[in-house]
Structure formats: structure tokens, C-alpha cells
């Protein structure tokens, strides 16, 4: 079982940054993938960034690429989300997610919520204009 705790959201201006930060119990979360959604009111929820569990190749959502990054800490059990360049549009409540490991393949499936076993309670994010 691994329980995800987000923090770092809060209200910032367009085109500031902020960081969030999702920690992780466990002492298995260094084989864990792991993912960052979003939900905004009325839509359902969607991808944003992963990362595979060595903190290797990374995948992002069009609408983010080149704003955000996402990394990961295995020694603090923490994944981060740097958030930069922020829109309107970016204002959601954000949702960081984990992957147990299996030996499905994580490159096909990282955009679905369903490829998810573990979620965090999420932290909520306003862009204001």
C-alpha cells in the first residue's frame, strides 16, 4: 500500500511558476512509476506529466510541454512537479499518482488513469489572469 500526500498549490498570477510536491510512504517507491493529472471543474480528469520509476524517460501533455517538468526524488520519496508559465487554463485541482510495477510496458499507457493504482488526495492550483 503506498499513500500519496500532494502540497504546493495555491493562487498565483499568469505566467508565474509553482512547485508541487507529492511524498510518498513506503520503502518501495523507487519501483513505483509515477504520474501528475489534473481535473478541472466539469471536465473529467486529465494527464499531465510521468515518470517512469528510474527517473527516466518522462512524458508530458501537449498543453504543458515545455512549461512544466516533472522529476523525481527516490531518496526523499517525493515527486515534483515545477510548474512554470502558468495559464488560466492551468487551474485545476492536481492529483499525483503511482504505479505499482508490473510488465506491462509504462510507454503505451502513462496518459490513463486507469494504468493508476495509488492516488493522492490533490492539491488545488488557480491561474489568475
Known amino acids: 500500500q503506498v499513500q500519496l500526500v500532494e502540497s504546493g498549490g495555491g493562487l498565483v498570477q499568469a505566467g508565474g511558476s509553482l512547485r508541487l510536491s507529492c511524498a510518498a510512504s513506503?520503502?518501495?517507491?523507487?519501483?513505483?512509476?509515477m504520474g501528475w493529472f489534473r481535473q478541472a471543474p466539469g471536465k473529467e480528469r486529465e494527464f499531465v506529466a510521468a515518470?517512469?520509476?528510474?527517473?527516466?524517460?518522462?512524458y508530458y501533455a501537449d498543453s504543458v510541454k515545455g512549461r512544466f517538468t516533472i522529476s523525481r526524488d527516490n531518496a526523499k520519496n517525493t515527486v515534483y512537479l515545477q510548474m512554470n508559465s502558468l495559464k488560466p487554463e492551468d487551474t485545476a485541482v492536481y492529483y499525483c499518482?503511482?504505479?505499482?510495477?508490473?510488465?506491462?510496458?509504462?510507454?503505451?499507457?502513462?496518459?490513463?488513469?486507469?494504468?493508476?493504482?495509488?492516488w493522492g488526495q490533490g492539491t488545488q492550483v488557480t491561474v489568475s489572469s
Open positions: 499518482a503511482a504505479r505499482a510495477p508490473r510488465r506491462t510496458s509504462f510507454s503505451g499507457i502513462y496518459a490513463s488513469p486507469s494504468a493508476y493504482d495509488y
Open positions: 515518470i517512469t520509476s528510474t527517473a527516466g524517460p518522462t
Open positions: 513506503g520503502r518501495t517507491f523507487s519501483s513505483y512509476a
